[in-house]
């Protein structure tokens, strides 16, 4: 049985992943889910309607960053694991607003770790026992953008040196290497993985996907940043839920799990397939200026979680984009609450 504390769960992928595991894990098996979210711009309740009469599921708006309230979950609810998604995390806010970035992603992260070694340690009182209750793991959800940018050959494996060139990876990075301390020095049993990037339903229109959906539909301009030959590995929502999960069930203490599709696409190439598909003129878009540390190329090597753990990716490129523009032709209520006059 597992009581867990899901930070960032109204988010895209922290939304997804809470839907996935209620769905998939009975009462015997995950007891308690509890949402802790300080509903920025890009968390939406509207995202879990569908779990939000489930008895195991609980939501309290808050701070990662806010010590106290995390101390009193912690002891009101006992929680034994902990799936961090909580992140400022969209590149282009970073380098406009980069301290946001470092006080959410960094001392957040380090408030739960630090609660949560205290909650779970066997001796909390004795700063240099490593003793902890044989059920409790932290999961910490990275990106592989910490890796930095790759040349048109190679995927950036979990050795790979970090080596982030915005304020978002560099967050990030600094955020899985206080994890990594927290197993080293403490040894708390944390897990980091590494995805990249992901798609599918309740993602906020900021991000590639999405924006494009949604300026097309409205024929909007399509902003490409640069000629939009920045190469992704793109994973859907749904395959990166079921790697966490595989990862809570059978991950290795202290271990990093790199999580990709599989499916590297360039920019422009995802743009005029979603205009294919929606049947709209590729005159829509409109080429602008890169943005500074604008990484060229990502690509993850998934052979560790794949061989050590037995997961593997289920959707293809071309079914997961489909049903993926389908959701939002279906869903534009959904669209409309959440998308503000910026967009």
């Given at each position: 049985m597992r009581k867990l504390l899901v930070t960032g769960?109204?988010?895209?992928?922290?939304s997804n992943f809470i839907q996935y595991i209620l769905n998939r894990y009975k009462q015997k098996d995950i007891t308690l889910l509890f949402n802790l979210d300080?509903?920025?711009?890009?968390?939406?309740?509207?995202?879990?309607k569908a779990v939000e009469k489930d008895t195991r599921y609980h939501f309290v708006r808050g701070n990662v960053c806010d010590k106290i309230l995390v101390r009193r979950l912690f002891v009101e609810y006992d929680f034994d694991t902990v799936v961090h998604f909580a992140a400022e995390s969209h590149v282009d806010r970073s380098i406009i607003e980069p301290e946001l970035f470092l006080n959410t992603n960094i001392i957040g992260t380090q408030t739960l770790l630090e609660v949560a070694k205290q909650h779970w340690n066997l001796d909390p009182n004795n700063k240099y026992s490593r003793q902890y209750r044989s059920d409790v793991r932290f999961l910490q959800i990275s990106t592989d953008e910490v890796y930095g940018a790759l040349d048109k050959t190679g995927t950036f494996t979990e050795n790979t040196p970090l080596a982030p060139n915005s304020p978002y990876s560099a967050s990030k990075a600094s955020a899985d290497l206080l994890v990594r301390s927290y197993y080293q020095t403490y040894g708390m049993p944390v897990n980091i993985t590494r995805c990249s990037n992901n798609y599918g339903p309740y993602q906020f229109p900021e991000k590639l996907i999405p924006l494009m959906i949604y300026n097309?539909?409205?024929?909007?301009?399509?902003?490409?940043?640069?000629?939009?030959m920045q190469i992704r590995d793109w994973l859907h929502v749904q395959d990166h839920c079921s790697a966490i999960a595989t990862v809570l069930e059978k991950g290795k203490i202290g271990e990093i799990y790199n999580i990709g599709g599989n499916n590297e696409k360039a920019n422009i190439e995802i743009v005029r397939l979603i205009l294919q598909q929606l049947e709209k003129s590729e005159d829509l878009i409109t080429y602008i200026k890169d943005r500074p540390g604008h990484d060229r190329r990502y690509a993850i090597d998934n052979t560790k979680i794949v061989t050590e753990l037995g997961w593997k990716p289920t959707y293809t490129f071309k079914r997961g984009i489909q049903e993926t523009i389908q959701w939002y032709l279906d869903n534009p209520?959904?669209?409309?609450?959440?998308?503000?006059?910026?967009?």
């Open positions: 769960g109204a988010g895209f992928i922290g300080l509903l920025t711009y890009a968390g939406n309740l509207e995202n879990l097309a539909l409205q024929d909007k301009p399509l902003p490409i940043y640069g000629d939009g209520n959904w669209v409309k609450q959440v998308t503000s006059e910026d967009y």
